[in-house]
């Protein structure tokens, strides 16, 4: 994508902008498809022709055969649909700068040197399950897919657990040390059956009896964003908001989680929210940009956004209507525009634990 080019549109005033996207996106009609994760600020959001949580986009992208897919979201969710797309289809992410902190907490090297530790005191390969939060990088979703492991999101976590233990014994579960963690508490696994991960210490800092012991393994992982999130916060608004509803995203801790009403991906958010009936007050812990969204969309109820600080996905963020057009220009131009492609040597891989995951659907 040319930069002079991108540069120029934020001179150009905000309307202007967005009246190009409408009439490009009309012009390029079923060429493209413009999928909005829930993060998405209102002026991108709104051009989406899909919108949803991570399983959501990635059943979606699964089933399109549009040639020009634009990821409204951030890196790994583009590298996800480019996996599960056919070899003729593009996808674009509209700011390639657009990451995701906690998948950056696990890489391929530190993955397969705690596999190594592992199987230096354990059979990894026969009493292990590895599975990965589908926010990490394409190369995970490749190492689960090539030790008979699985991909899993916020909306089947304990699908996913389910069918990994019925298969070993053990799962390790990364990069996301609270959603593993959440996710078996619900499912009543105690504490003694878990231990953290540490990929900076031996072992990750646990001794053999308590890695044969274990029955899940919690990569020391988190997103900056949910961590911002306290249980006190929680007990500020049920004090000034009796009868408040609080509703947590996974990736909160386990203190959130543990006082909270309800605990769900940002899809069941949404639908929590849009199933409840008359004037309720509701209290959420997620990005801000959804939260938002959600006490405009429902102004019966009162929404409240669950912490006194501003938790923003600045990633999510980097997208703007400046680099939407810009996609939707390289595509009408014949461009790559910011295509993101996986490596030959991680698709086949990352492809059979995406696979795994989307037929347990
Ligand atoms: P969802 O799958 O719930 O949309 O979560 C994705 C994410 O990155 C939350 O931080
Ligand atoms: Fe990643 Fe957190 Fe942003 Fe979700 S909110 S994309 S987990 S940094």
Same mark, same amino acid.
């Given at each position: 994508?040319?930069?002079?080019?991108?540069?120029?549109?934020?001179?150009?005033?905000?309307?202007?902008?967005?009246?190009?996207?409408?009439?490009?996106?009309?012009?390029?009609?079923?060429?493209?498809?413009?999928? *909005?994760?829930?993060?998405?600020?209102?002026? #991108?959001?709104?051009?989406?022709?899909?919108?949803?949580?991570?399983?959501?986009?990635? +059943?979606?992208?699964?089933?399109?055969?549009?040639?020009?897919?634009?990821?409204?979201?951030?890196?790994?969710? &583009?590298?996800?649909?480019?996996?599960?797309? *056919?070899?003729?289809?593009?996808?674009?992410?509209?700011?390639?700068?657009?990451?995701?902190?906690?998948?950056?907490?696990?890489?391929?090297?530190?993955?397969?040197?705690?596999?190594?530790?592992?199987?230096?005191?354990?059979?990894?390969?026969?009493?292990?399950?590895?599975?990965?939060?589908?926010?990490?990088?394409?190369?995970?979703?490749?190492?689960?897919?090539?030790?008979?492991?699985?991909?899993?999101?916020?909306?089947?976590?304990?699908?996913?657990?389910?069918?990994?233990?019925?298969?070993?014994?053990?799962?390790?579960?990364?990069?996301?040390?609270?959603?593993?963690?959440?996710?078996?508490?619900?499912?009543?696994?105690?504490?003694? =059956?878990?231990?953290?991960?540490?990929? &900076?210490?031996?072992?990750?800092?646990?001794? =053999?009896?308590?890695?044969?012991?274990?029955?899940?393994?919690?990569?020391?992982?988190?997103?900056?964003?949910?961590?911002?999130?306290?249980?006190?916060?929680?007990?500020?608004?049920?004090?000034?908001?009796? *009868? #408040?509803?609080?509703?947590?995203?996974?990736?909160?801790?386990?203190?959130?989680?543990?006082?909270?009403?309800?605990?769900?991906?940002?899809?069941?958010?949404?639908? +929590? #929210?849009?199933?409840?009936?008359?004037?309720?007050?509701?209290?959420?812990?997620?990005?801000?940009?959804?939260?938002?969204?959600?006490?405009?969309?429902?102004?019966?109820?009162?929404?409240?956004?669950?912490?006194?600080?501003?938790?923003?996905?600045?990633?999510?963020?980097?997208?703007?209507?400046?680099?939407?057009?810009?996609?939707?220009?390289?595509? &009408?131009?014949?461009?790559?525009?910011?295509?993101?492609? #996986?490596?030959?040597?991680?698709?086949?891989?990352?492809?059979?634990?995406?696979?795994?995951?989307?037929?347990?659907?």
């Amino acid at each position: 994508m040319n930069d002079d080019i991108l540069s120029s549109l934020y001179d150009r005033p905000e309307d202007e902008l967005l009246q190009e996207i409408a009439r490009l996106k009309q012009r390029l009609g079923d060429q493209v498809l413009i999928l *909005g994760h829930h993060y998405q600020r209102e002026e #991108v959001i709104r051009f989406a022709d899909m919108t949803g949580d991570s399983l959501k986009l990635a +059943h979606q992208a699964a089933q399109t055969a549009v040639p020009h897919i634009i990821f409204c979201g951030v890196h790994f969710m &583009a590298e996800t649909a480019d996996i599960l797309t *056919g070899a003729a289809q593009q996808v674009i992410l509209p700011d390639p700068a657009a990451g995701c902190s906690m998948a950056d907490m696990a890489d391929d090297a530190q993955v397969q040197h705690c596999w190594q530790q592992l199987s230096s005191v354990i059979d990894a390969e026969a009493q292990v399950t590895p599975v990965t939060y589908i926010n990490s990088t394409a190369a995970l979703k490749a190492f689960c897919g090539e030790h008979g492991g699985i991909v899993c999101t916020s909306s089947n976590a304990e699908k996913i657990l389910t069918w990994s233990w019925q298969r070993r014994e053990k799962v390790l579960f990364f990069p996301d040390q609270h959603l593993g963690e959440n996710t078996a508490m619900r499912m009543g696994i105690p504490d003694t =059956e878990m231990i953290i991960w540490d990929p &900076a210490l031996p072992l990750g800092g646990n001794t =053999e009896q308590a890695i044969a012991r274990a029955r899940l393994i919690l990569w020391k992982g988190f997103c900056s964003v949910h961590q911002m999130f306290k249980a006190s916060h929680a007990a500020t608004m049920r004090e000034q908001h009796p *009868g #408040v509803r609080i509703l947590a995203h996974p990736e909160c801790s386990r203190e959130v989680c543990e006082t909270a009403d309800f605990v769900g991906s940002t899809e069941a958010i949404i639908r +929590h #929210v849009q199933e409840a009936d008359g004037q309720q007050v509701f209290a959420i812990a997620t990005e801000l940009n959804l939260v938002n969204r959600l006490r405009l969309q429902h102004p019966q109820h009162q929404v409240f956004f669950l912490s006194p600080m501003v938790c923003m996905c600045s990633t999510m963020f980097r997208t703007d209507p400046q680099h939407l057009l810009a996609s939707l220009q390289a595509i &009408a131009n014949g461009e790559d525009g910011n295509r993101i492609i #996986v490596p030959d040597a991680h698709k086949a891989a990352a492809r059979t634990s995406l696979q795994r995951m989307l037929d347990l659907a």
